[in-house]
C-alpha cells in the first residue's frame, strides 16, 4: 500500500495522530486493509498527509501496541491477524459503539505514572518494620486483641503528640489527639463534632477529596483564589465561611508555603468569632529540601481555633492509612459526649506497631533515609526539567513529592494528558483541582509526582513526553 487517504480535521478537538489510529483502526477491522498488508512509512504518510512525522508515529505506536499492526525490522509495518478482535466484537453483547471505548481502554495502559500521590516503597525500612511486629506479637500479648481506647491507644497518641512537638512545632497533650482510618474519616468524625450547619473555604486549587467529602458532608463548601503567600483574606471575608481548609506548610497541590503574615491575618480571622475554625492539613510537610523546616500553624494558635490534621501514608506507606487530628481543647468535650462512644476504626495492633516503630528510633531514621532518596529524586528531576523548552515555569519545588509545570503549548492540560495517556505516560492536569471550573491558569499546567518513579523512569518519561510537548 503506497497511498492512504485519511480526511483529517484541523479544527476538532481530536489530535490528528487520534484521527489517523481511528481510521487505520476501523479500516484493519472492516476487513478494508488485510492482515499482512503493509503500511506507508511513516515519512511517506506524514509527507502525504501534511503533517508532522512524530504524529503519524504516535498513531501507529498506538495501533502496535493494541494489536492492530506490527512492526517488522527494516521492513515497516504490517497489518496483523485481527480475526480474535473480530469475533469479540462480533460475539459482544454490548452495542457496536462500544468497542471504541475497549480500545480506547487498552491505550491508557501506563507504563510511567507522575502520580504525586506515589511514594518510593523501594527504600522502605522493611527489617525494621518487620522486627517490630516480630517483638510486638512474641508474647501471647491478649490485650491486643481488645478493640481499645476508640480515640487510639494513649501510648501510641503520646509518640505521635512527642513527635508533632519536635517536628511540626505542635503544641498539644495526647488527650487532644484523635488517630483514625484516613483524612475522610477524620473530617467525616469532625463535622459531628463542629455540627452539620457550616460553610467552609477553600483554597482553590485544593485537596479535591477533602472537598468532595464536604460535600458528601453536606457542608457549603466555597472556593477562595490564592496569590503567592496563599490564600486570599479579601475574599475569605467576604464568603462569610465558618471554617478555612488551608495547607500552610506545603500546599497542595501549588506548593505555596504560607508567609507569617498572612498566617497571623488567617489566625486572626479565626479569632473574631467564637464559631470559626481553621482546619490546618499538614501535607508532606516532613520533605523539605531546602531552607529550615516550616513550623505548623497550629503551633502559633493562641485562641484554640485550629484543627491539625495530619497522615502517615506518605512518611510511612499509603496501605497504612493511620491519619490523626489534634482537637482545641475546647473541642475534646464535644468530641467525648458525641463521638466518645465510637470504637477506633485503626486496629491496635496496628496502631502498636507505629507506636513501637517511632518508640524505638526506626520511624526517625526511616524519614531520613526518604528525604535523601526524594532529595536525590527532586535534584535529577529538576535538572530534567531545565533541558525541556516546552517546560515555561515551575511551582512548588525543594519541598513535597511533586512539582508544578506551567506548559508552553496551545493545548490544555486536560489535552495534554489525553496525548501522554495514548504513548503510555500518566501526568496529572492542574485544572483537576480547581474548585471554580471557570478560572483556569492562563498556561497549561501539570503535576508531576516523582515519589514512586526511580530516576531511569523519570528521564525515559521525559524523552516520551517530548513526543508530544515538541510536536503539539
Known amino acids: 500500500m503506497n497511498e492512504m487517504m485519511i480526511p483529517l480535521s484541523h479544527d476538532e478537538k481530536i489530535p490528528l495522530y487520534q484521527q489517523i489510529y481511528d481510521h487505520i483502526r476501523i479500516e484493519i477491522m472492516d476487513g478494508k486493509i488485510p492482515q499482512g498488508e503493509k503500511l506507508p512509512s511513516t515519512r511517506f504518510l506524514s509527507s502525504h498527509l501534511q503533517v508532522s512525522r512524530s504524529t503519524v508515529e504516535l498513531a ?95 501510648e501510641f497518641r503520646e509518640e505521635i503528640c512527642n513527635y508533632l512537638y519536635q517536628s511540626r512545632g505542635v503544641i498539644c497533650e495526647p488527650s487532644q489527639i484523635i488517630v483514625g482510618a484516613g483524612n475522610e474519616y477524620l473530617l467525616m468524625l469532625l463535622s459531628q463534632i463542629l455540627g452539620a450547619d457550616r460553610r467552609v473555604a477553600m483554597e482553590s486549587p485544593t485537596y479535591v477529596q477533602a472537598y468532595e467529602t464536604f460535600l458528601n458532608l453536606g457542608y457549603q463548601v466555597c472556593a477562595v483564589d490564592m496569590d503567592a503567600q496563599g490564600i486570599r483574606m479579601e475574599q475569605l471575608r467576604s464568603e462569610q465561611a465558618d471554617i478555612a481548609y488551608v495547607m500552610p506548610s506545603h500546599q497542595f497541590p501549588m506548593g505555596t508555603v504560607m508567609p507569617m503574615k498572612r498566617r497571623m491575618e488567617l489566625l486572626k480571622w479565626a479569632a473574631e468569632d467564637e464559631d470559626r475554625y481553621l482546619i490546618e492539613d499538614d501535607h508532606d510537610s516532613e520533605f523539605r529540601y531546602k531552607g529550615k523546616p516550616i513550623p505548623s500553624l497550629q503551633g502559633s494558635d493562641q485562641n484554640e481555633k485550629v484543627i491539625y490534621l495530619g497522615t502517615f501514608s506518605k512518611s510511612i506507606a499509603p496501605a497504612v492509612r493511620v491519619s490523626y487530628l489534634v482537637l482545641p481543647k475546647k473541642l475534646v468535650k464535644v468530641y467525648t459526649e458525641k463521638c466518645g462512644f465510637y470504637a477506633s476504626t485503626v486496629p491496635k495492633i496496628q496502631q502498636m506497631t507505629i507506636c513501637n516503630f517511632m518508640k524505638e528510633g526506626y520511624f526517625e531514621r526511616h524519614l531520613n533515609r526518604m528525604r535523601s532518596s526524594y532529595k536525590k529524586k527532586h535534584d535529577f528531576l529538576m535538572d530534567e526539567i531545565k533541558k525541556r523548552k516546552w517546560i515555561r515555569k515551575v511551582y512548588g519545588d525543594n519541598a513535597g513529592l511533586h512539582v508544578i509545570a506551567e506548559i508552553e503549548s496551545h493545548f490544555s492540560d486536560e489535552e495534554l494528558t489525553k496525548l501522554a495517556q495514548g504513548i503510555g505516560i500518566r501526568i496529572y492536569p492542574i485544572s483537576e483541582y480547581y474548585i471554580d471550573k471557570n478560572k483556569v491558569p492562563e498556561y497549561p499546567a501539570i503535576l508531576l509526582g516523582y515519589g514512586g518513579l526511580t530516576e531511569k523512569e523519570i528521564e525515559q518519561g521525559f524523552r516520551e513526553l517530548d513526543k508530544i510537548m515538541l510536536f503539539f
Open 60 to 154: 501507529y505506536e498506538q495501533l502496535v501496541s493494541e494489536g492492530y499492526i506490527e512492526a517488522q525490522p527494516y521492513r515497516g509495518y504490517y497489518v496483523s491477524d485481527v480475526s480474535d478482535l473480530l469475533d469479540l466484537k462480533e460475539n459482544s453483547q454490548q452495542p457496536k459503539e462500544e468497542e471504541p471505548k475497549r480500545a480506547k481502554n487498552r491505550m491508557l495502559e501506563t507504563h510511567i505514572d507522575f502520580s504525586p500521590f506515589a511514594v518510593d516503597l523501594e527504600h522502605f525500612a522493611f527489617n525494621a518494620w518487620r522486627k517490630v511486629n516480630k517483638n510486638l506479637l512474641s508474647t501471647d500479648n491478649a490485650d491486643l486483641l481488645t478493640a481499645g481506647d476508640g480515640a487510639g491507644e494513649p
